[in-house]
């Protein structure tokens, strides 16, 4: 084969060259970690410098539908993303709510107020353009504030930043801070308690629903400051005295931990599985000089691709810090099997040159093969519709194919390299031809024998296995949350089950209610209404003339847009007021009140109908008992109403007029914080927001508070053709994981295909391509059944391990089935390969699994959760894999020795190949 | 200060331009000391400006277009009608005999869901202000407590405070410096834990006494709130400011306020200001 020809001149180029071979990748790594590094210390032109992203917003490409309302909801509710602090007082009996902890939350208050720093290059300018130069001489510098990052001050919820209605003395009502200073009594403190229980909006969120507690809500900026920001914080309250315990939780919190604590744990991971496989490697192959050689390869193979992902510019994500413990597995996997090889026939050569010509040829094929299945899928995984992952199946390719270069190049050369005294009595004791009576060995033979003389007892059992399996797959349950991505134990675990068993919640979810953008107006309709109030204007004793001037402006006025519209009636009435003489006046300012009334009827959301939907709505979504609160328009407007009429409870309802509804949001202006009111509603009044406050941020929940909206909405359509879409961090979790979940089943089934039709290619044969395939299937098979049945959710870690378990499994099959065949060839018979094929190559399997499944086993200590999925779950592939194929491969071909390697393809190679010996 | 400005005087421009300012009518006293180029005393200079902004005439009345904008551009209006009367006769300023007690009668035309409002005042000197709410959808009269005036005014940028006037008793108050055209004041609040702000800033016209710009600035001396007088006109003889803006740093948010239709000395009744009127509104003022 010209393939093979092509290889066996390469390595025999690295054996005449080693020294070459050596120094030309030193200088590539060296190179290419040059080109990634140095951008990071001085500038480089067309290079970049590393570049973090820890934002799991960004597995969704930035102008996704889904992200880009979220983008423009937030935007359009004046909303930031929010650290949740929650202070827990166990050992007093009132709480949180004593005279010592209140000052204290207020002083803490006050520091995060401060926590905001200025945003570089950007500087508003000064725009007061109508006056003239120098008028403003002498004033200070700067009349905008100059932008800053962090949290935003004025958007805090704490005690001493949120306002109190209530009442007040002779039937009064109340604006006024609800912690304007720190209590000067515990009895005082509790009142502060007492007020704020009232208020629906800050009971359950501001104060826990026991009393005890308190959580204030710090917005920032932007997502990646919330790391900081909870440092300082923790800094802060490191020296409290008291049993004062505070605790920092949120979604973005979590996020921005995650990137931190990510780049701690590659640096010890991904080392220790190194340093494992190394220790295994060397207790297998004895010589240390030889076994150093897959790590070189795996080093190299995982830090070019690495410097080859800054160099082209990609960020370093979640995913893509990945790579390396997903490249150096496969990249020690071809050369185990070398060394394996290398071990077991050099006795027999007793010289390096000879012996790794015969290794190398063997292997070629079957390894070239391997990479290339793996690589496929890899790459199957750019055609996923999240960018992320996207760039982790392509770099890790890249990675796989630089290992295959080296370990085809770099280990025969190594192995040139190496002392020729330093390999005396090196090998393996059984090797070809003797027995082997190490308990691998002699485990070996056992399975061989007994796969071959029992093969259908082994079918039964791979039929029930994949039975199993099969319902275990029904069993899987899709599901992430970023909180859960760090152990039980973790600071951020802990204080996600305090806050959220004390609290509304600390996920926060948004439903945006929207009115179509612009109703239109119906001129017939508006002109009849004239009519209507032409006659109350008659009934007044005011001049009905002045209707037909206005009738006839309304009629010459163009429908189109209702803003545009009123604003033009609206001004064609005013001008008329302000120019009316006599009692003409008082009918124009009846005219006027009459346009700006059928105006405001566009403001939907001051519609007492409206708002009892949105209060239905809301009692729906509450039902879920992870939702723990939900704060809305309908609130505000109850609450205010309830004060004003006297703080009696029966008056906490929407009042009967949108008039009276107008104003009682005009009265809840009047208080420190009337852009409060903003996040709630848009000041068009025909955009209204829900707050809701989850006490999970599981996906399955967030989910299951979707279904219920979509059920409320088929049974209580909405008014006024409003339409109802969420945003918010949680839901976006719940949009991407979709994505994924659907764009992996996509690719592993595209890859499984192209696997599937590269086996058939390098086998020559439909059934060989199909045997192949199967300890792969029965492989991800078990696996998903596995996470089905004990009821590990299905999160992003999961979902990615299909490709690699895909490009690991098969790599088995292939060793097995080119082995088997060969040996065939050379014995005559299946049944007479049997024990050959039981000796190195099963042997070469079995180290290749227990060498990587042990050595990914140290991910288990990692702290972060997605880490131990990925150790504990390469383990069990490598592992089971390597079972499947070792136990059904013989067994299959045992049944179908007649069919496979009776191939015509074969008996015409056999011949082949026995002339070329002849 | 703000709300102030319909009494007070000025387009900024003119100010500038002007050399002398028009002599007031009406009882008023001649600037002699602004005149001869002496720099007034402190006391004189915030008392001149108290009285520029919210004490001229016995009494006054406008109508105001205000216009609150967020930091995204989106506005909304409101339009309402200021009647304000004084206790004292007295307009002289150097006994401090025009301060006095003061009454407000605020009615709100637009939108038309809040037709009909009105916001009444009553200024004490020495004790809490009383206020009045009426809210006409509701058929409701209420009280507003008077614990806290530096709240927002109906959702604009403008506290109470601003509209009603904060007394100079409340600061304590310094010459900064003085410049070709202003004082530069600094007042500190005498109970700094009734405000928000730690100290403000006033830039005080030489010729007029119109605080022209006004900067607040919080504990860490970060200024988070300016308010400026942008068009001043004479009205009957007083330099009356027509169109005032005050900012929040903080929120972005800006509220625009435009003064038409100002009247001094009208004659307004003192039964306008209770209790009855704020269901029939005194309709021959308020037009």
């Known amino acids: 084969m010209p393939t093979t020809m092509l290889a066996d001149k390469a390595v025999y180029f690295a054996l005449s060259h080693p020294k070459t071979v050596a120094r030309v990748t030193a200088i590539v790594t060296l190179v290419l970690l040059a080109l990634a590094a140095v951008p990071n210390f001085v500038d480089v032109p067309g290079l970049k410098p590393v570049t973090v992203d820890t934002d799991p917003e960004n597995m969704l490409s930035h102008d996704e539908p889904v992200r880009v309302f979220h983008d423009e909801a937030k935007k359009r509710f004046d909303l930031n993303d929010i650290v949740v602090v929650g202070i827990v007082n166990e050992a007093n009996p009132q709480g949180v709510f004593n005279q010592a902890s209140l000052k204290r939350i207020y002083d803490l208050t006050e520091f995060a107020k401060t926590l905001n720093w200025p945003a570089e290059d950007e500087t508003e300018p000064n725009t007061d353009a109508e006056l003239p130069q120098g008028a403003r001489e002498g004033f200070s510098e700067g009349s905008s504030g100059e932008t800053r990052k962090g949290v935003v001050a004025v958007d805090i919820i704490a005690p001493s930043t949120v306002d109190n209605i209530e009442q007040g003395g002779l039937g009064s009502v109340n604006f006024s801070w609800l912690m304007p200073q720190p209590p000067t009594s515990d009895a005082e403190a509790l009142q502060v308690r007492d007020r704020a229980q009232r208020i629906p909006f800050l009971n359950g969120t501001l104060v826990s629903e026991d009393g005890k507690a308190i959580a204030l809500y710090l917005p920032i900026t932007s997502k990646d400051l919330s790391w900081r920001v909870s440092n300082a914080l923790r800094d802060y309250v490191e020296g409290w005295e008291g049993d004062d315990k505070v605790y920092i939780t949120g979604l973005p919190v979590a996020e921005d931990t995650f990137g931190v604590e990510m780049f701690i744990q590659m640096a010890i991971s991904a080392p220790l599985a190194m340093l494992t496989i190394f220790l295994l490697l060397w207790w297998f192959f004895k010589r240390l000089v030889l076994v150093t050689s897959p790590m070189i390869v795996a080093m190299v193979s995982a830090l070019a691709t690495m410097a080859l992902l800054v160099i082209s510019g990609n960020t370093i994500h979640i995913m893509s810090s990945m790579i390396p413990i997903f490249i150096m597995p496969i990249a020690v996997l071809d050369a185990i099997h070398i060394l394996s090889e290398f071990f077991d026939r050099y006795p027999q050569h007793k010289d390096r040159r000879e012996t790794l010509k015969v290794v190398m040829h063997t292997l070629f094929a079957p390894m070239l093969f391997t990479t290339l299945t793996t690589m496929a899928g890899f790459l199957s995984l750019a055609l996923t519709p999240i960018p992320p992952v996207q760039v982790f199946g392509i770099f890790v390719a890249i990675g796989v194919f630089i290992a ?69 797959i029904t069993q899987i349950k899709i599901n992430d949350n970023p909180i859960k991505w760090f152990g039980p134990e973790h600071d951020i675990r802990v204080a996600d089950r305090v806050l959220n068993d004390h609290f509304g919640g600390t996920y926060m979810a948004y439903l945006a209610l929207s009115a179509p953008q612009d109703a239109g107006v119906d001129k017939a309709q508006l002109r009849q209404a004239l009519q209507v109030k032409k006659e109350e204007l008659g009934s007044a004793g005011l001049n009905t003339d002045l209707v037909e001037p206005l009738d006839a402006f309304i009629a010459s006025q163009a429908a189109g847009q209702a803003d545009d519209f009123f604003s033009a009636v609206g001004q064609y009435v ?36 409206t708002l009892h939907w949105m209060a239905q709505l809301q009692q729906a979504l509450v039902a879920d008992d992870k939702v723990g609160k939900i704060n809305s328009l309908v609130d505000v407007v109850k609450t205010v109403h309830r004060e004003l009429l006297l703080g009696e409870e029966q008056a906490f309802r929407i009042p009967d007029t949108a008039n009276a509804v107008g104003q009682t949001l005009i009265t809840y202006q009047n208080s420190h914080r009337p852009q409060d009111l903003w996040h709630f509603v848009t000041p068009d009044y025909r955009q209204a927001n829900l707050w809701l406050q989850l006490t999970s941020g599981d996906n399955r929940d967030m989910e299951a508070v979707m279904t219920r909206l979509d059920t409320f909405l088929q049974d209580h359509p909405a008014p006024q053709g409003i339409e109802a879409d969420w945003f918010g961090l949680t839901y976006i979790n719940v949009a991407w994981q979709d994505k994924m979940v659907k764009g992996m089943l996509k690719s592993f089934a595209g890859s499984f295909l192209v696997v599937l039709v590269m086996m058939v290619l390098l086998f020559r044969s439909w059934l060989m391509g199909l045997l192949s395939m199967i300890p792969l299937t029965l492989t991800v098979g078990f696996i998903y059944g596995v996470v089905g049945l004990i009821g590990k959710d299905y999160d992003m870690p999961v979902a990615i391990l299909s490709a690699l378990s895909l490009g690991l499994a098969v790599d088995y099959a292939i060793h097995f089935l080119a082995r088997s065949r060969e040996a065939v060839r050379q014995q005559g018979s299946w049944k007479a390969a049997v024990s050959h094929v039981f000796g190195e190559p099963a042997r070469a399997i079995s180290r290749n699994a227990i060498v990587l499944s042990a050595g990914f086993l140290p991910l288990l200590a990692a702290p972060l959760v997605p880490y131990q999925t990925v150790g504990i779950f390469i383990a069990a592939i490598i592992l089971c894999a390597g079972i499947a194929t070792l136990v059904i491969l013989p067994a299959m071909a045992t049944l179908l020795q007649h069919q496979i390697f009776k191939h015509p393809m074969y008996k015409h190679q056999m011949q082949k190949q026995n002339a070329e010996k002849g | 200060m703000k709300f102030s400005h319909r009494f007070s005087s000025l387009l900024l ?26 720099t007034p005393s402190v006391d004189e200079i ?47 300023v150097t006994d401090h005999a025009y301060l006095g007690e003061q009454q407000l009668y605020v009615y709100f035309n637009r939108p038309a869901d809040v037709n009909k409002m009105v916001f009444m005042v009553h200024k004490k000197r020495q004790a809490d202000d009383d206020r009045w709410l009426y809210l006409p959808a509701l058929d409701l009269v209420k009280r507003i407590a008077a614990s806290d005036k530096r709240t927002s005014f109906v959702g604009s940028d403008y506290f109470y405070e601003d509209v009603s006037g904060r007394s100079v008793e409340e600061d304590t108050h310094e010459l900064l410096r003085t410049t070709d055209n202003y004082y530069v004041l600094r007042h500190t609040p005498k109970d700094p834990d009734s405000v928000e702000f730690a100290y403000y800033d006033m830039y005080v016209h030489k ?37 005032a803006s005050m900012e929040n740093l903080n929120t972005g948010s800006k509220t625009l306020m435009r003064y038409s239709q100002v009247r001094y000395n009208i004659g307004l009744p003192d039964d306008v200001f209770t209790e009855r009127y704020l269901r029939t509104p005194p309709r021959q003022y308020l037009r």
């Open chain 1, 404 to 472: 295959w270069l080296l370990t085809m190049l770099f280990i025969p050369a190594y192995i040139m390299l190496i002392d020729e005294s330093k390999l005396q009595g090196y090998g393996h004791a059984g090797s070809v031809g003797e027995e082997d009576h190490t308990l691998m060995g002699r485990g070996l033979s056992a399975i061989g024998r007994g796969t071959t003389r029992r093969p259908a007892v082994v079918l039964v059992l791979t039929l029930l296995v994949a039975a199993v399996a099969g319902y275990g």
């Open chain 1, 574 to 609: 005013e001008t008329q007021l302000s120019n009316a003489a006599g009692d003409d006046y008082y009918a124009w300012d009846e005219l006027a009140i009459w346009v700006d009334a059928r105006r405001q009827q566009q403001q939907v959301f001051k519609q007492p109908e």
């Open chain 2, 13 to 38: 421009a003119s100010v500038c331009m002007m050399s002398t300012p028009p002599l007031l009518a009406q009882g008023v006293e001649p600037q002699a000391t602004s005149a001869n180029n002496a």
């Open chain 2, 46 to 92: 915030v008392h001149r400006t108290n009285h520029v902004s919210y004490f001229q005439g016995k009494d006054g009345r406008a109508q105001v277009q205000m216009v609150i904008t967020d930091d995204q551009g989106r506005s909304r209006q409101r339009s309402f009608t200021i009647l304000r009367r004084d206790r004292s006769d007295s307009e002289a």
């Open chain 2, 207 to 243: 010729q007029s006494f119109i605080p022209v710009q006004v900067e607040f600035f919080d504990k860490n001396n970060s200024k988070y709130r300016v308010s400026r007088a942008l068009k001043v006109d004479d009205i009957d003889g007083y330099p009356t400011v027509t169109e």
